[in-house]
C-alpha cells in the first residue's frame, strides 16, 4: 500500500483541485468578458479560450465540420481543440481525464469520500453496474445520431447561428441563475453519489461515455500481475466503479476512470500498476500524460492560430446585444 505524499490519491486530489482552481480562474476571467460584452461594463476584458472546452456538443459539430471541410472553427477554436486533445488523451492515458482532471470528477471523488465514511456508500452488483451504465451511451447515441446526421450546410449554419456564438455566455448564465428544477437535479444527483459512487460519471455523462469507448482502444491500462496477487481483494474494494480488479490481468474496461485508487491500496510491491505493451509504467502517469497533452495542444493550437477567436470584439459585442433580449439576467 502506497502511502505519503505522492500516494495515488492524494497525487489525484491535488491534480483535480489544482485543475479546479484553474478553471475558477478561467471562469473569474470569463466573468469580466460578460460584463464587458453585455455592455455592463466598459473595460475590455478578453474571453480565456479555455472557457469553450465547456462547448462539447459545439465542439463535436466543429469535428465533423473539420472533417468535411478541413476547416478549423473560427467561433470556438479553443473548444474544438480542447475536445480532440481530451480525445487524444483517452487514447493514450485512458481516461486519465476523468480520473485525474475533471472537476466533475472531484465533486465526485469528494462526495464518494463522504458516503464511505458515513458509511452509505453502496456498490451495486454486475447487473446493477450494467443497467447503470447504460444511460449515458444512450445520450452518447442520441447526440452522435443528431449531431452525425445533420448535414454540412445544417452544421454550417448552427455554428455560425449567433446562439453558437454566444453558447458559452449562456452556460454561465444557467449556472449563474439555476432554475429551482436545476438545483433539484443537482440536489438529487448530489445526494446519489454519496450512495452510490461514481454516479453521475457510470450512469449519465455522455463524454465520459466517448471517453471510454476511445479509451478502449489504448495500450494503456491497469495491470495485475497474478503470480504475485495475495487476492486481498482491496483493489476492487477502491474501485469507484466496483471494476474486479481483483479477478482481472488487465483492467480493459471502458468504464474504469482512470483513476489509480486501486494501485494504491494494493499491499504487493509491484503487483498492481500501469502498464502498455507489457511494460509498467509509473502510476502517475495517466496524471503527468493527460496533462501534458493538454498544455502541449493548447501551446501548439495558439502558435498555429487555433486557440484564440479571430471574431473582431465588437462584433461579439454585438452578437451579445443581439441575444440580450432572450438573456435577462444580463
Ligand atoms: S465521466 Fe464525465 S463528468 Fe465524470 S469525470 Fe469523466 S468527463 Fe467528467
Ligand atoms: S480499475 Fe483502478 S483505475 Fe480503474 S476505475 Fe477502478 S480503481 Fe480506478
Ligand atoms: S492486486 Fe493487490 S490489492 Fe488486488 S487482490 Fe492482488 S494483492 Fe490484493
Not at 444511460?135 to 454550417?156: C, H, Q, S, V, W
Request: hydrophobic content about 50%; aromatic content about 10%.
Amino acid at each position: 500500500m502506497r502511502s505519503g505524499l505522492l500516494s495515488p490519491s492524494r497525487l489525484r486530489l491535488a491534480a483535480q483541485v489544482g485543475f479546479a482552481a484553474f478553471l475558477a480562474w478561467t471562469c473569474a476571467r470569463f466573468f469580466d468578458h460578460v460584463a464587458w460584452a453585455t455592455g455592463q461594463s466598459d473595460i475590455w476584458a478578453a474571453k480565456p479560450p479555455a472557457v469553450e472546452g465547456f462547448l462539447p456538443i459545439s465542439a463535436l459539430m466543429a469535428a465533423k465540420r473539420l472533417v468535411f471541410t478541413g476547416q478549423w472553427d473560427p467561433i470556438h477554436p479553443a473548444g474544438l481543440t480542447i475536445f480532440l486533445a481530451i480525445l487524444a488523451t483517452a487514447l493514450l492515458w485512458r481516461k486519465g481525464f476523468c480520473g485525474q482532471l475533471c472537476p466533475v470528477g472531484l465533486a465526485s471523488n469528494l462526495l464518494e469520500r463522504l458516503g464511505r465514511r458515513l458509511g452509505l456508500a453502496r456498490q451495486p452488483g454486475q447487473l446493477g453496474r450494467r443497467i447503470l451504465a447504460a444511460p449515458k451511451y444512450l445520450l452518447l447515441a442520441g447526440f452522435g445520431y443528431l449531431t452525425l446526421g445533420m448535414n454540412a450546410a445544417d452544421i454550417e449554419s448552427f455554428l455560425h447561428s449567433p446562439y453558437n456564438m454566444v453558447a458559452d455566455t449562456r452556460m454561465l448564465a444557467f449556472f449563474q441563475q439555476p432554475s429551482g428544477t436545476t438545483l433539484s437535479v443537482l440536489g438529487f444527483l448530489a445526494v446519489m453519489s454519496v450512495v452510490v459512487p461514481a454516479f453521475w460519471c457510470r450512469a449519465l455523462c455522455p463524454y465520459g461515455a466517448l471517453l471510454g469507448l476511445v479509451a478502449w482502444l489504448s495500450p494503456v491500462a491497469v495491470a495485475r500481475d497474478e503470480a504475485s496477487c495475495v487476492h486481498c481483494g482491496r483493489c476492487a474494494k477502491a474501485c469507484p466503479m466496483a471494476l474486479p480488479v481483483d479477478t482481472l490481468t488487465r483492467v480493459s474496461s471502458p468504464e474504469c476512470q482512470g483513476c489509480v485508487e486501486c494501485v494504491g491500496v494494493c499491499p504487493v510491491p509491484g503487483c498492481l500498476g500501469v502498464s502498455a505493451a507489457n511494460r509498467r509504467l509509473p502510476w502517475w502517469v495517466l496524471a503527468a500524460g493527460t496533462l501534458a497533452v493538454l498544455v502541449v495542444a493548447s501551446v501548439l493550437a495558439d502558435a498555429l492560430g487555433y486557440w484564440q477567436s479571430p471574431l473582431p470584439p465588437q462584433m461579439v459585442r454585438r452578437m451579445h446585444m443581439l441575444m440580450l433580449g432572450q438573456m435577462p439576467d444580463f
